[in-house]
């Protein structure tokens, strides 16, 4: 299995909802990513996971909360969102973090904040 | 800090024209150096990768790219586009442990 699965596709949500998003491999990598994409601009890395320990966060807001509950898992707890948060939600995973180490990325969630 | 440039944001090609987008970086250390696309309503591939040895790397689909270490720059080329080339182009630098993009390049090919 060398792919990154997210689910669900597509999430629509109000602003007082909590919700999560879900990220799965089984590549056995140690590494996993959270990233947001608007459209038509690059990935922005909001956090990354090494050894299921939280190891870099990007100043992102607190109503976006990361969760790694094992080496395949990787949550993303969503609460009190604005509208601006719209955008696709891109996980990523690679055998360690730093360098020499090529991130596979999965389809992504794509959010809409009502 | 590290960062990324892209020249080119929008480029329009006829089909079998050669494609050579621009890419620069900005870090002084070692570097691993990617390029991404993301095709219409699709998720980001990988293209190809550099992280050392011979410094022309050739990657899926017919790409290719060249790392010019003096020029910081690593430039991604195709001799012959075709219409389903049409995509976003993401190059992408590791150096401090964090992968930065650059700003991407939108890449229509009209058949």
């Known amino acids: 299995d060398t792919e990154v699965t997210q689910t669900p596709k597509h999430l629509v949500m109000g602003m007082t909802n909590k919700k999560s998003l879900k990220c799965e491999q089984h590549m056995g990598h140690r590494a996993m990513y959270w990233y947001k994409q608007k459209a038509k601009k690059p990935p922005e890395l909001m956090f990354v996971?090494?050894?299921?320990?939280?190891?870099i966060n990007e100043s992102v807001p607190s109503r976006f909360s990361p969760e790694c509950p094992n080496s395949s898992l990787l949550n993303l707890h969503l609460h009190a969102l604005q509208p601006e948060d719209s955008a696709l939600y891109l996980c990523a995973s690679s055998v360690l973090a730093g360098l020499h180490n090529e991130q596979f990325f999965g389809p992504g969630t794509r959010l809409t904040v009502l | 800090a590290q960062s990324v440039s892209q020249h080119n944001h929008h480029v329009i090609l006829s089909e079998a024209a050669s494609l050579e987008l621009g890419c620069n970086y900005s870090y002084g250390g070692t570097v691993n150096l990617f390029w991404y696309v993301q095709y219409p309503g699709q998720h980001l591939q990988l293209l190809l990768k550099y992280f050392s040895g011979d410094p022309l790397v050739k990657g899926i689909k017919g790409f290719e790219a060249e790392f010019i270490k003096s020029k910081f720059s690593f430039n991604l080329r195709k001799p012959s586009v075709q219409w389903s080339d049409t995509a976003e182009y993401f190059c992408a630098v590791t150096g401090s442990g964090k992968l930065i993009f650059g700003q991407g390049t939108t890449l229509q090919v009209k058949p």
């Open positions: 996971y090494s050894y299921e320990k939280l190891s």
